[in-house]
């Protein structure tokens, strides 16, 4: 049995239950439970504080854990990290007051900077020759400076309106971060088995995230042009029309690049393009 540790409620929990469902693991997961078991694959599932996860994995309390890249390097556990899961993507910056002036990160020698993450920024600052006076508090960072607290702050940032809304002025990105899976040190080799089929489905399943299911009709005499837009996973599949000259193409994309080669398709002739999602992709 394999227990996984998640966060109970907050920005990682619903991307997180998603993940683990749509690798084909059921489960009844209800909002009073701190524990629940799967019934369909060896795994338990604990509900915690994502602040917690790096230490009960690092412990073995957990064998494995789904945190923010943020947290666990502030935890200092950052070799636990067994794979990079896609979501929760965010950034910590360092932001100063509107009117404050700021050329560069050597302006904050000696100023006071409010986090709830010192040991990033500690390590941020250190490597850029920069002492400053750190404030650790656990949150609602960004009013610091307008009640005196500190002359900057350092901070998650997504979209940036906190920071607006506060009167603040984003001036450096310190830290990327996203949702990572993370494992126990010394799993024993049953759990090592259950881990490694788990991250293959965990695979299955992001790349199939990534890829769009595609099917057109094209004249044949522009099959060759179809074939160099798409590759597809070994090369795509082409049916003939019971029209003479027109064949049907289906293969996979990329969903990144999809609107750009939607429109070359049409421009060499393509009709009735259609994009279908894939739920799963294994190899
Ligand atoms: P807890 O109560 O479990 O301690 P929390 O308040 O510390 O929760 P959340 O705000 O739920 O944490 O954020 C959890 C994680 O989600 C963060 O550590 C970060 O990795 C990521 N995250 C934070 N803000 C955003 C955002 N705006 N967009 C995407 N991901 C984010
Ligand atoms: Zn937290």
Not at 245 to 263: P, Y
Request: charged residues 20%; negative net charge.
């Amino acid at each position: 049995m394999l227990r996984i540790a998640i966060q109970k409620s907050g920005r990682l929990s619903e991307d997180s239950l998603k993940l683990i469902r749509e690798c084909g693991i059921s489960f009844v997961s209800s909002s009073y439970k701190l524990k629940v078991e799967a019934s369909n694959f060896p795994l338990e599932i604990l509900y915690l504080r994502d602040d917690d996860i790096p230490g009960y994995v690092q412990d073995g309390v957990a064998d494995l854990g789904i945190v923010g890249q943020n947290v666990l390097v502030e935890a200092g556990c950052a070799n636990l990290e067994v794979e990079a899961l896609g979501f929760s993507k965010c950034r910590l910056s360092l932001a100063v007051p509107r009117g404050a002036e700021y050329n560069s990160v050597a302006d904050l020698q000696g100023k006071s900077i409010a986090t709830s993450y010192p040991t990033i920024l500690g390590d941020y600052l250190a490597g850029e020759g920069v002492r400053a006076n750190l404030h650790t508090i656990s949150g609602s960072v960004e009013i610091a400076p307008s009640i005196g607290l500190a002359e900057a702050i350092c901070d998650i940032v997504s979209s940036g309106s906190t920071l607006l809304g506060n009167g603040l002025r984003e001036v450096e990105t310190i830290f990327r971060s996203e949702a990572v899976l993370i494992a126990a040190p010394n799993l024993s080799a049953e759990k090592q088995e259950l881990l490694d089929q788990l991250r293959f489905r965990m695979q299955a399943v992001r790349r199939a995230q990534r890829s769009k299911y595609i099917v057109l009709n094209a004249p044949a005499s522009a099959l060759d042009a179809v074939k160099a837009l798409l590759p597809g996973i070994k090369s795509p599949t082409v049916t003939p029309l019971a029209e003479e000259g027109w064949v049907s193409v289906q293969s996979v994309v990329e969903e990144d690049k999809f609107w750009h080669i939607a429109a070359e398709l049409q421009a060499i002739g393509a009709e009735g393009i259609l994009v279908l999602p894939i739920e799963k992709r294994v190899g």
